[in-house]
C-alpha cells in the first residue's frame, strides 16, 4: 500500500471520516459505506484493497498527518492540506479509469475468459484442434462453446477479429500493446502481465496499473452496440458485480410500486429495500421524483451547497419531520446533476 494513494483519496477537499474510507477500501458493503464513496467520488475503489489491515491504514494515516500533508479535527475527521493538495496535483489524471465497484469481483475471470476466446477462435480459423487450451475449468470451457455455436464460424471468425481490431482502435496504444501481447492463438504465446508490468519495482503499484489498464477496457467493451458479441459474452460476469437481491428490487421498480408494495413484494424488511433504492440511485438510472416528495424538494432547494457537507442532523434542526431517505435521494439527485454538468 503506497501512502500516496491513500492520499489521493482525499483530493476531493472536504473533511471526511477515516473509518468509513478504511471499510469502503476493504468492501464492506453497507448504504452508508457507498453513500460515502459517492458523495467524495471514491465509489470506484470499493473492495480495491481487501487484505489492509486497520493497523496498516491508521499507520499511513498517521504519517501523512504528521508531515502535514493531512490534517485532522478535534472530532477525529481528515482533510487533505494545502501542501497535500500540491503533491496531489502533479498526478491529479492517475487511476481515473478503475472501477473496481463496476468491475472489481470479475474482472480477472473476465480477462480469462477474453484470452481463451481469442486462442479458440484463432485456433479454429487454422483448423487447428492440437494445441493446449488455456483453460481447462468448465466456467470457461462451456462459456466459451456456447457463443461459438451461436453463429456460423466464418461469421464467428470475421466477428472477433473485427470487435477487437474496433477495440484496440478506441485504446491508447500503450494500453492496446499491453492487452494484444498478453493473447495466444495459432502458433502465439502471449506473455503475462507481471512481464509486462515488469519496469514496475512495486507490486501496488503494477496491481493498480492493471486495474487501470483492465477496467478501461472492461469499460470499452461495455460501450460497444448491443448484440456485439463481446459484449454478449462478458455482460454476465459484469452483473455478478452487483448486489443480487438489489438487482431483483431494481426489477420491481420498474412497476413504479411504492416502498411498501416493494417490501411485500419482495418479502424484505422496508429498511432493505430502502438500502437497495439508495445505492440504485448512485449509479443506475433512477426515478427520484417517485421517492423524494415537493416537501422535501421545497425544503433542501436553498439550503447552501457543497452537497458533500450536508450533515443530515444539522440540516434536520430546521426541520424537524425531514426523513433521512428522502434527504440522501435529494443530496444524491444534486450530485448527479452537478457532476454531469461538469462534464
Sequence with gaps: MEPSFILAL?????????????????????????????????????????????????????????????????EGEVQISSKGMELIDRDRNRLTQIDNYRFGKTDDIIWRLLQFTVQVVSNLSYANKNYVPLEQSPLYQKQVKMYIKSMPKAQLIQTVKTEWTEIFSKLPKDEADFFARQLSGYQQIGKTSFQLLGNQPKAFERYLLKKEKLHHLLTTICLMPEGSFLKKLILQLVQQNENKSMSETSYYLKKQLSIEALAQQRNVKISTIKDHLMELALTKEFPFEQFVSCETSHHLMNYPKPYQNWVYRSVKQTSPKLDYFEFRLYQIQKLREERELSK
Design 10 to 74: 482525499f483530493q476531493h477537499g472536504y473533511k471526511a471520516r477515516t473509518s468509513t474510507l478504511y471499510h469502503l477500501l476493504k468492501g464492506k458493503r453497507t448504504s452508508s459505506v457507498l453513500l460515502y464513496g459517492f458523495i467524495y467520488e471514491n465509489l470506484r475503489f470499493f473492495q480495491l484493497c481487501p487484505e489492509l489491515s486497520e493497523k496498516q491504514f491508521n499507520d499511513i494515516l498517521d504519517n501523512l498527518i504528521q508531515q502535514k500533508l493531512l490534517y485532522q479535527d478535534i
